[in-house]
């Protein structure tokens, strides 16, 4: 069946409200995007849902529709009138679950990391090879703040090491120090759905009899050789001490969730326990590491 897409723009106080107006003209789905590529992670059971400042609340219409209809009905009801921000798009009739599965490649990080979904043949059979589909799955290698952890985690020598996973979501970081050489991992995340997802992936992979899972009112006290923490700027610049005492001595440390813009701030609070490295850049976001004084 052919479609036809609806994009509204919208923002954290307004992309609800627009939903309900779609769905209200008769949407067979509506779906939210970040405009900004701004990463927002699971809320807790019970939390109020938190919207992007730039969304896009999209509406999935039979081509069929009569879309004049509801523009005009938009435009009636809409906040801004007829200065309101849309798009109209024809949507090929596909196969959506087996145009994203294609889609979704192995990816290389480093020398010897690899992340590949199930579907997908195993590029290097020999080299270091996390298992992991997309999903509910708070990350898996596609967006740069989780790829500059995994290039990071590549490059150091983790074998007998232990690291704590701050933030660990999906696990994937946690999964890759253990395949990397890791003698254990704990990993520790304030969303109960991202302990089990962590633990699935574990499990799936070998390696779950190295991994701890916790969350934050439950996290042990811990010195570990590497800290990685990959979640956004303002619970990195409010966790700080936390993240510290996770930091054995002259144990590793990196840092990321972080826009360019923010990282000179962070620097300089963690900088009071270590001697930290220039940032690494992959498109607008930064790493920062650096080793305990």
């Not at 523009?71 to 009636?76: E, P, Q």
């Not at 811990?222 to 610049?237: C, E, Q, S, T, Y």
Request: hydrophobic content about 40%; aromatic content about 8%; glycine content about 6%.
């Amino acid at each position: 069946m052919p479609w036809i897409q609806l994009r509204l723009s919208a923002n954290e106080d307004t992309a609800e409200k627009y939903s309900n107006m779609l769905s209200a003209c008769g949407a067979q789905a509506v779906t939210f995007i970040d405009a900004k590529d701004t990463p927002i992670y699971e809320p807790l059971p019970g939390d109020e849902v938190t919207y992007w400042a730039n969304t896009v609340v999209m509406g999935l219409y039979d081509a069929s529709h009569d879309m004049d209809k509801v523009l005009n009905y938009l435009r009636s009801i809409h906040p801004d009138k007829q200065d309101m921000q849309y798009k109209l798009e024809q949507l090929e009739d596909k196969d959506w679950e087996r145009e994203w599965m294609d889609n979704f490649h192995p990816m290389k990080f480093g020398n010897r990391l690899w992340v590949c979904p199930s579907w997908r043949d195993i590029p290097e059979p020999d080299a270091v090879n996390v298992m992991l589909d997309p999903g509910l799955a708070f990350g898996t290698g596609t967006h740069p703040t989780t790829a500059l952890c995994l290039t990071w985690l590549d490059g150091i020598d983790l074998e007998g090491k232990t690291v704590v996973d701050f933030g660990c979501g999906s696990g994937i970081l946690s999964l890759a120090a253990l395949k990397l050489g890791a003698k254990k991992v704990i990993g520790i995340d304030i969303d109960p759905q991202a302990l089990q997802a962590s633990k699935a992936n574990a499990e799936r992979n070998d390696v779950a009899d190295r991994l701890e899972l916790y969350l934050p009112k439950d996290q042990p006290e811990f010195k570990a050789d590497v800290v990685v923490a990959n979640i956004l700027a303002g619970p990195l610049r409010e966790l700080a001490p936390t993240i510290m005492e996770y930091v054995g001595d002259k144990g590793l440390l990196a840092l990321s969730g972080v826009l360019e813009e923010q990282a000179e701030t962070l620097q300089e609070i963690y900088g009071q326990w270590c001697d930290m490295q220039p940032v690494t850049v992959q498109e607008e976001w930064v790493r920062l590491n650096g080793q305990r004084k």
